[in-house]
């Protein structure tokens, strides 16, 4: 099973728009719900699951914690643009993907994939209108491990193991 940690967060006034506004470029596909990966595990099987589940116990350590979601960019870069991105600014996930063991980590939540770039003016203008824009501020109070299905329609996403972080 294909799996990730991730944190979720709510579609709301900001996301919905910039989430509409995606889904009338064509050659993109737009994701149905945001979260923040952690670390992508890729295929694992039950064994690998469960010892992942272990891991997470790491993270019950953290006290819930607010994140802010702001400004939108793309990777790798505006010249070839493969994914748009809402940018995470916080030291806390940082610490927790570090616990984690995740490799690189550039906290974002992804918004959308650019299958192709027929329409890159019209994405380079979106990313300009919400470069600044602030998407919320959200407390952070548990981290899953989901199971990904990938479907034609997009990635199916299943709740597999959940931490709660401390709730003082």
Do not use: Q
Not at 105 to 133: G, M, S
Request: aromatic share 8%; hydrophobic share 35%; with cysteine.
């Amino acid at each position: 099973m294909r799996c990730f940690i991730s944190i979720d967060f709510p579609v709301e006034d900001n996301t919905g728009k910039l989430l509409g506004e995606l889904g009338t470029i064509s050659g993109i596909k737009k994701v149905n719900s945001l979260h923040l990966t952690l670390k992508f595990l890729g295929e694992i099987d039950s064994e690998e699951a469960e010892k992942t589940e272990a891991t997470m116990k790491k993270l019950e350590k953290y006290p819930k914690f607010n994140v802010k979601l702001h400004g939108i960019g793309a990777f790798p870069n505006e010249n070839y643009i493969r994914v748009i991105w809402i940018g995470v600014s916080d030291s806390v996930v940082e610490k927790m993907a570090e616990d984690l063991d995740s490799k690189k980590f550039a906290p974002h939540v992804t918004v959308a994939r650019v299958k192709n770039a027929r329409e890159k003016e019209k994405i380079v203008d979106l990313i300009k209108r919400y470069k600044n824009t602030d998407f919320g501020e959200y407390t952070v109070d548990r981290v899953f491990l989901k199971k990904s299905t990938l479907t034609p329609d997009g990635p199916i996403y299943e709740d597999l193991y959940e931490v709660k972080l401390i709730h003082e």
